[in-house]
């Protein structure tokens, strides 16, 4: 039986898809460790990327040091957080190491949408009395947002696709759906696991998209910042 083949009696079998290790069990692990992941990731980047945006100080470096998170893999912060004592603390390390993880691309967009918005249009509302809080919330915001939206879809579809070291550590999610399968030397279940990711991966990206299409981009700057 070929692999291929394999693969596909994996996961057309009902007994793997449902119970405490079930696909959709696995399933639902997943997408709450990615939206637990993205929501911390939102609250920490988009106050600081918006607001330095909006001041037009300090962004670069606050992107550069971001970026640096990009040229350490997720797997080796992962270790170092265990050999820490937050290693003993559930999955914070998972958490945190997603978290950084996906950090880059919120903070990069949602800066350089800000400071995309034309200057005339900002001129115009301090013009009209507006202060800075009004002019961030009211005008720099909704035109930045198109580039917002695009650094919140690469950072969830990321997650979507990391959040299987989690199985590393003894977390949950789609992941362990291919550590099980490495264990028992089973190559149709790594490849149904794989498959699984993939899938899910692509499900976020196209929902993002569809809401991306209904946000109108203003601001004359290209979405894939990223």
């Known amino acids: 039986m070929s692999v291929l083949t394999g693969t596909w009696s994996w996961l057309t079998t009902s007994a793997h898809w449902y119970g405490p290790d079930g696909i959709w069990t696995r399933l639902g692990q997943h997408l709450f460790l990615t939206v637990v992941c ?4 939102c609250a920490l980047a988009l106050p600081v990327a918006l607001v330095l945006g909006h001041l037009g100080k300090g962004g670069a470096l606050a992107v550069n040091l971001s970026n640096i998170g990009r040229a350490v893999p997720t797997f080796a912060v992962l270790v170092l957080l265990l050999l820490t ?4 603390s559930g999955q914070w390390p998972t958490v ?3 978290v950084l993880f996906s950090i880059p691309p919120l903070l990069t967009n949602a800066y350089v949408g800000m400071r995309g918005v034309d200057p005339d249009v900002v001129r115009a509302a301090r013009g009209m009395g507006m ?3 009004q002019m961030m919330r009211r005008v720099e915001l909704p035109l930045a947002l198109p ?6 879809r690469v950072a969830a579809v990321q997650l979507v696709a990391t959040a299987t070291l989690a199985a590393l550590v003894g977390g949950g999610g789609l992941g362990r759906i291919i550590t099980a399968g490495f264990n028992l030397a089973s ?3 790594v490849v149904a696991g794989a498959v699984l990711v993939a899938v899910f991966a692509l499900l976020v990206e196209g929902l993002f ?3 991306r299409r209904l946000v109108p981009d203003r601001t004359g700057t290209s979405r894939e910042t990223v």
């Open 85 to 88: 004592p937050i290693g003993s």
């Open 147 to 152: 580039l917002v939206l695009t650094g919140v």
């Open 38 to 41: 993205l929501l911390i990731s």
């Open 96 to 98: 945190i190491a997603l």
């Open 131 to 133: 202060t800075g809080a």
């Open 209 to 211: 998209e569809a809401g």
């Open 187 to 189: 190559t149709p279940q």
